[in-house]
């Protein structure tokens, strides 16, 4: 059987969202002629519900099937979905943003196709939207390459905040060695329920800051006044756009704590309650090695922070082991397609679990504690292994069994002799 | 990929002490109420006697075994409907509704002997006739199934869905209430292992007469379990009164097909789930919590994922093309880069753990000298010239990696779509794009199921259209075939066939992680990846 439900690759995407996505026509029926036109096509977003594309057209035709294109940048390609019920005048599709996983500022591409009777594929115009957080009157702020978007606070919260992201992005490229041109949004918000609206059900509790490095945004919980708060989150968040444009491949991500280690170490450096937060996990044997934080980090809290603290510290050991531009040359090699091993190995002539070794040994940790993956435990008897036996050819009557009814016969046999034999005796006597 | 970062520590990073002990009270508080409870282990689900399991997974495309076809279908299926042979946690073949069964004629026979006082779920009787309309229903020449070519060794079956045959020449009969009777056209020593399938799942008669048979109202079937409700976000499983093997220990499944889009890791946390797969990008960090480690499970998948071409059109019906395809891009180092323990590259199209699999390495070899080559040798040298073809997948994890490397190694710009599931399957069958993937789970624990099924010549999962008479006899061989040595010969040579022609690319093996609540038992997929919710119950105490 196919395995259409198999998700491996934790890949936000318009590929794996449309499969839930919502197709809905306008009306039945379709028209018999031999040519299609499409009018002016529309798109409108609403946030929390997702985006609408309608495209009118005329003339007519007969349709073998008609599609939707959607081409998102977070993802690679466009992705196809077909509309079961295309209308009389105008095809209707509905991206829901739940399930397309939308998060404000995704912009989007559509183009409806129509296959028509004789295999001929007539394509729309292209309509271009992007899906955006409705919810309030945004102002935006433009600066170098930052364009701040906020809702609440003065103009003096908005241009300090600009300041920060725009130091915060130059800050980070310079460290990188790379040169950032290309627009950043970056949307501020004043309260944590809205924030986690924008964010998503998926959100991770505790957090105040998201980076999207595919479509260029940044999602940061700032309260107007709380301007040192910004001060970190805003050069963190800046340093993963950053840091994506270096790495971007079409194979991999790099290993998640040098990302998240580097951004804070750009934003606020391996402070002291990182450190302590290193030094007790050490000494209480629950640090984890650093490839238990190469993909996401932990739900719950306090190894939330713990992982944080560590991707900084192995980022500071590193720097103050190998150099800074030793980083770079690490950094860069992502961005090639090098493993992670290849990566570590041109950087610093030491691969990645070896680096991470020679982290924990700095740490005074030579050996870690893992607590799974264990062995499901097996239940009782079940429907398919207390029947027993294969099934095959099974005429026979199972041996056991069948030796212990032998061996009842057999000692039923010997008592009755047995008493038949003393029945006998007792008459004779 | 995104990336987060905390909070404003004023508000919830790092709390004090004094403020984790109050959430800690209250999310105590808040479990209690919610019917779960806490213990030195850490967080449990419900299970004091509950009787549910609740369970994170994909919604059935279909519920009818002769209309699904892909491995979330069969989780649900499998559970609702019987077939007359299962497969355990060890792959091996074990009596279902037929409690045995005898190769007569040379192989050319099997009688399937049906437990005695069968009833379906509704507690009318289950019959050997039954069965067999089952099995007719999958060959429906209207409509078969897409898994219809798991029964091509019978009969005049082939012949029958392919329109050319009659109905009462396929060799598949009831002999009195409880006998079923097949006759084969070609020994098949996998055949009561492909019975396990959930194709080739029992249903009522009136199935195709009365819709309200796959509604939780009328709902009627074979299997450990019915269907009590069925909404877009969850499908609901009672216990079967009447399974053959006794009313199943779990009362009530609650198979959660929508969770919000939340985190599977934070809903079983919060013990809104007992068991649910999760990625590696989260197993890797819980390995090391000491209260979630426990629960992480490892689920090999009898899987293998392949990418194909439609070998009846150019540019593919030339072998030089596909070979260049083949040779042409480096598939082992992609899936390397994953740095994923459980997906590992694929020696051949049988994956470990399924009988057949082989210590030969079939699996492609990288070499752009020769790849180049066999471009030269199909008139496309360094690419010019080759037609404009599209790539289209369900949304393959290698697509943007392929797309890259046909352009930098070979010199070939392709296009690129990524399909819906549905549409997806659709295509495949109906139209086969020029290049697609497929990621194939077992229906059954054989070899053929990855060989023969997916690409003997005529067969309905044989998406590339290829045919190679080599490769039937070897597979033919393969299953004819009396001692072990000769079936792995006969597979092998199947094998090698496909890695010379190339007809598909065998890339790599699955594999995944789950959570599973320590107290739950039997949480452990079979040889088909399957989970027979039959075989949960919670440890006692629990």
Known sequence: ?429 | MSYAWPAPESRSRRRRPAIVVVGAALALALAIAAGTYMTGSGQLPPTSGSGSVTIYGPKAASLDPAIQSDAGSAQVVSQLFESLTAIDGAGSVRPALADRWQTTNGGMRIEFHLRPGLVFSNGAKLLASDVVSSWLRVLKPAKPSQLASLLDDVVGARAYREGTGQKSAVGLSSVGVDEVVVDLATPASDFAAIVSSSTLAVVPASIDTDAALFTPRGFVGSGAYTLSGLSDTETTMTANAHYWDGSPAIKTIHLLNDIGGKSPVSEFQSGNLDYTPISLIDASWIAYDKTLGPSLRVERSPSVEFYGFDSSKPPFSDVHVRRAFQMGIDWHRMVGLLSDPLIVPATGMVPPGVPGHSATDFGPVFDLAKAKAELTAAGYENGVGFPKITLITGGAWADEGIVRQLHDNLGIDIGYEALDGASYNERLLSDPPAFWEMDWVADYPGANDFLGLLLGTGKTNNFGRWSSNEFDAATGQALSAGDQTSVQKGFDRAQAVVQDQAPVIPVDYGGGFSLASPKLLGAVPNGQGLVRFAGLSWASGA
């Open chain 1, 1 to 429: 059987m196919n395995a259409l439900s198999r998700n491996r690759f934790a890949r936000v995407g318009v590929a794996v969202a449309v499969a839930v996505a919502m197709a809905i026509g306008s009306g039945a029926g379709s028209v018999a002629a031999a040519s299609i036109a499409f009018g002016t096509p529309s798109a409108s977003s609403s946030f929390g519900k997702g985006v609408t594309f309608r495209q009118p057209f005329s003339g007519g035709a007969t349709f073998r099937e008609v599609d939707i294109a959607i081409t998102d940048a977070r993802s690679f390609g466009p992705a196809v979905v077909r509309i079961d019920a295309p209308g009389a005048s105008s095809f209707t599709y509905v991206l829901d943003a739940l399930t397309a996983n939308l998060r404000p500022n995704t912009q989007l591409v559509g183009r409806f196709e129509v296959t028509l009777a004789d295999g001929t594929v007539e394509k729309g115009p292209d309509i271009r939207v992007t899906y955006q957080d409705d919810r309030f009157k945004w102002r935006t702020k433009v600066g170098t390459i930052v364009r701040l978007h906020w809702y609440d606070g003065d103009e003096a919260f908005a241009q300090q905040a600009l300041l920060l992201g725009e130091k915060g992005i130059s800050n980070a490229a310079t460290f990188l060695g790379f040169k950032e041109t290309a627009p950043v949004d970056f949307y501020v918000y004043s309260d944590q329920s809205s924030f986690y609206d924008a964010l998503g059900p998926d959100a991770r509790d505790n957090v105040g800051g998201r980076a999207i490095p595919e479509t260029r945004t940044l999602f940061a919980l700032i309260a107007p006044g709380d301007i040192s708060y910004a001060s970190t989150v805003v050069p963190h968040e800046l340093t993963h756009v950053v840091f994506g444009d270096i790495t971007r491949n079409p194979y991999h991500q790099p290993v998640n704590w040098l990302n998240e280690g580097i951004a804070v170490y750009v934003s606020q450096g391996f402070d002291s309650s990182d450190k302590q937060l290193v030094e007790q996990a050490a000494a209480d044997g629950s640090l984890m090695p650093l490839s238990a934080i190469r993909g996401m980090f932990p739900t719950t809290q306090d190894r939330f922070y713990l992982a944080y603290a560590e991707s900084v510290s192995a980022v500071d050991y590193f720097v103050r082991t190998y150099g800074r531009e030793d980083l770079v040359r690490l950094v860069k090699a992502f961005g090639t397609g090098a493993s992670d091993d290849e990566a570590f190995t041109a950087a610093i002539g030491l691969g990645v679990d070896g680096f991470d070794t020679a982290w924990m040994k700095v740490n005074g940790v030579t050996a870690l504690r893992s607590f799974g993956p264990q062995p499901a435990p097996t239940g009782p008897a079940t429907a398919n292994s207390k029947s027993g036996g294969s099934g095959e050819s099974s005429n026979s009557l199972p041996v056991v069994p069948l030796l212990a009814a032998v061996a009842v016969l057999v000692g039923l046999l010997l008592v009755v002799v047995l008493m038949f034999r003393r029945a006998r005796s007792r008459g004779a006597s």
